[in-house]
T-cell receptor, first 115, second 114 residues
Framework: EAGVAQSPRYKIIEKRQSVAFWCNPISGHATLYWYQQILGQGPKLLIQ????????DSQLPKDRFSAERLKGVDSTLKIQPAKLEDSAVYLC?????????????FGQGTRLTVV | AQTVTQSQPEMSVQEAETVTLSCTYD???????LFWYKQPPSRQMILVIR??????QNATENRFSVNFQKAAKSFSLKISDSQLGDAAMYFCAYRGGATNKLIFGTGTLLAVQP
């Protein structure tokens, strides 16, 4: 089966600009996660979807970050306006809903550099 | 809130030797899952091994095994017969609770010396 697809792989923007990342999860996976991974740190969960509903967004900086998952499939994560500290790798992961003993599969991430 | 702690920022092992990476976690849940993920420079997170909290038997996957101590909330990863391809960042992760949130530790960078 195809893996989790993310685009773009790399993005360089100036501070105060906006940017959007796209994620296509594995077909049939109801749970989708977005993580922010700053260099040298572990991934930090930004938002978790179950189908097209938000399950957890407690660590999402809602004044500048937004995410949606229309129709419970693809998802986009947006930053507007970007700050220097947003420079990080943004990882998307998906997991099948039925059955608790299922692993999360990750995409290759989008490396964002804010200058 | 659940937390995952990895106290070893970096580790080094000689090729063919054995190394153990440490992880502790904190949770009030009784039902949860623990994972070790490997992240090479390509950034792709790869699942190495998983452990269900309700299972007393430690999980093993070829050269990888865990020492799961539920009472101590400890979950270490042992890599036997280390290979050059094992060099990567290793993350301990916890999944549980009503939302099945998946949270990660800060990682251990493993170097394998030839």
């Amino acid at each position: 089966e195809a893996g989790v697809a993310q685009s773009p792989r790399y993005k360089i923007i100036e501070k105060r600009q906006s940017v959007a990342f796209w994620c296509n999860p594995i077909s049939g996976h109801a749970t989708l996660y977005w993580y922010q991974q700053i260099l040298g740190q572990g991934p930090k969960l930004l938002i978790q979807f179950q189908n097209n509903g938000v399950v957890d967004d407690s660590q999402l900086p809602k004044d500048r970050f937004s995410a949606e998952r229309l129709k419970g499939v693809d998802s986009t994560l947006k930053i507007q306006p970007a700050k220097l500290e947003d420079s990080a790798v943004y990882l998307c992961a998906s997991r099948r809903r039925t059955g608790t003993n299922t692993e999360a599969f990750f995409g290759q991430g989008t490396r964002l550099t804010v200058v | 809130a659940q937390t995952v702690t990895q106290s070893q920022p970096e580790m080094s092992v000689q090729e063919a030797e054995t190394v153990t990476l440490s992880c502790t976690y904190d949770t009030s849940e009784s039902d949860y899952y623990l994972f070790w993920y490997k992240q090479p420079p390509s950034r792709q997170m790869i699942l190495v091994i998983r452990q269900e909290a309700y299972k007393q038997q430690n999980a093993t996957e070829n050269r990888f095994s865990v020492n799961f101590q539920k009472a101590a909330k400890s979950f270490s990863l042992k890599i036997s017969d280390s290979q050059l391809g094992d060099a990567a960042m290793y993350f301990c992760a916890y999944r549980g609770g009503a939302t099945n949130k998946l949270i990660f530790g800060t990682g251990t960078l493993l170097a394998v010396q030839p």
